[in-house]
Each structure stands twice: as structure tokens, then as C-alpha cells.
């Protein structure tokens, strides 16, 4: 059986610090978990001003993005200014090597317990690029990316 936690046991615990070795700086860094207010500023990054477009050519398919890799340098900063314990600017974090802030942010998320799952992710990569195939277009929206198919018949 678990423990009750109270309200100052449950906000402590987001203020727990660990050190994580980060291979692409050959050391370790020190972070903390974010928030789950935290976590919603870097969500609205990644999602800002993205557009997907899937068109039907003949038998070929387009999945464009737009901004994403874009967004995702940017919700990694901000994930990293939010997660370090030191505090860094956008400027010295630009200045670290190719992929460290990506990795800093990957373990920050981790640790914060909402680390990316590449499983989801194909997933919905999948259901978007099956889009066009449904006469209902956006009406299936609403199909969570871990559940089945719209129009997939339901005992």
C-alpha cells in the first residue's frame, strides 16, 4: 500500500537534484526535475506554429512538419534553462557542443518523469500519415495516440 503524501511532501519532491553524465560534454551536470507547469511552456514550444500537411500524389504521401526541428532546439533550451540547477543563458547554451543540449534536456525530462516515448511518437506519426486515407479527415482527431485507429471496429 502506498503512502498518503501531503501537499509540502508532493512540491518538495520536485525539488529533488541528481547529477547525470552527459557523454557529448565528457562530464556531469547537475539538474532537478521540472514542473509540470514547467513542462507545458516547453509543450507549447514544441507545438508552436507547426502545420501538417499530407498530400496525395499518385501512391506518394508528404508529412510536413514546418517548424519542428526548429521548435524542438528551442523547447531543449528552454527545458535545459528550466532543469539545470546553474543557471545558463540561451547564449552560453548555444555555445555547447552539437548535441548536448538535446541530451541535458532528455535527461532532464527523464528524470522529471515525462521522458519522450519513441513508441508514441512512431505511433502517431502513423495515424498522421494514415490521415488522408479517412474520408472523416479531422473528425478523428480526437483518437488518442495510444489507442486504435478510428474506424477500427470495437468489441
Same mark, same amino acid.
Given at each position: 500500500?502506498?503512502?498518503?503524501?501531503?501537499?509540502?511532501?508532493?512540491?518538495?519532491?520536485?525539488?529533488?537534484?541528481?547529477?547525470?553524465?552527459?557523454?557529448?560534454?565528457?562530464?556531469?551536470?547537475?539538474?532537478?526535475?521540472?514542473?509540470?507547469?514547467?513542462?507545458?511552456?516547453?509543450?507549447?514550444?514544441?507545438?508552436?506554429? +507547426?502545420?501538417?500537411?499530407?498530400?496525395?500524389?499518385?501512391?506518394?504521401?508528404?508529412?510536413?512538419?514546418?517548424?519542428?526541428?526548429?521548435?524542438?532546439? #528551442?523547447?531543449?533550451?528552454?527545458?535545459?534553462?528550466?532543469?539545470?540547477?546553474?543557471?545558463?543563458?540561451?547564449?552560453? +547554451?548555444?555555445?555547447? &557542443?552539437?548535441?548536448?543540449?538535446?541530451?541535458? #534536456?532528455?535527461?532532464?525530462?527523464?528524470?522529471?518523469?515525462?521522458?519522450?516515448?519513441?513508441?508514441?511518437?512512431?505511433?502517431?506519426?502513423? +495515424?498522421?500519415?494514415?490521415?488522408?486515407?479517412?474520408?472523416?479527415?479531422?473528425?478523428?482527431?480526437?483518437? &488518442?495516440?495510444?489507442? &486504435?485507429? #478510428?474506424?477500427? &471496429?470495437?468489441?
Amino acid at each position: 500500500m502506498s503512502e498518503l503524501l501531503t501537499k509540502q511532501q508532493i512540491l518538495e519532491g520536485t525539488r529533488g537534484v541528481t547529477t547525470v553524465c552527459i557523454e557529448s560534454l565528457k562530464g556531469e551536470v547537475e539538474i532537478h526535475a521540472i514542473t509540470d507547469g514547467e513542462y507545458a511552456q516547453v509543450q507549447r514550444v514544441v507545438t508552436q506554429g +507547426l502545420r501538417m500537411t499530407i498530400r496525395k500524389r499518385g501512391d506518394e504521401q508528404e508529412f510536413d512538419a514546418g517548424d519542428a526541428a526548429k521548435n524542438e532546439r #528551442a523547447s531543449n533550451v528552454l527545458t535545459c534553462k528550466l532543469g539545470l540547477v546553474e543557471k545558463w543563458s540561451d547564449t552560453e +547554451l548555444d555555445r555547447l &557542443p552539437a548535441g548536448a543540449t538535446a541530451e541535458i #534536456a532528455n535527461a532532464i525530462q527523464e528524470f522529471s518523469g515525462v521522458s519522450k516515448d519513441p513508441e508514441k511518437e512512431q505511433e502517431f506519426l502513423r +495515424l498522421a500519415r494514415s490521415f488522408r486515407d479517412d474520408e472523416r479527415g479531422a473528425a478523428d482527431s480526437d483518437t &488518442p495516440p495510444d489507442g &486504435p485507429p #478510428a474506424g477500427t &471496429p470495437t468489441e
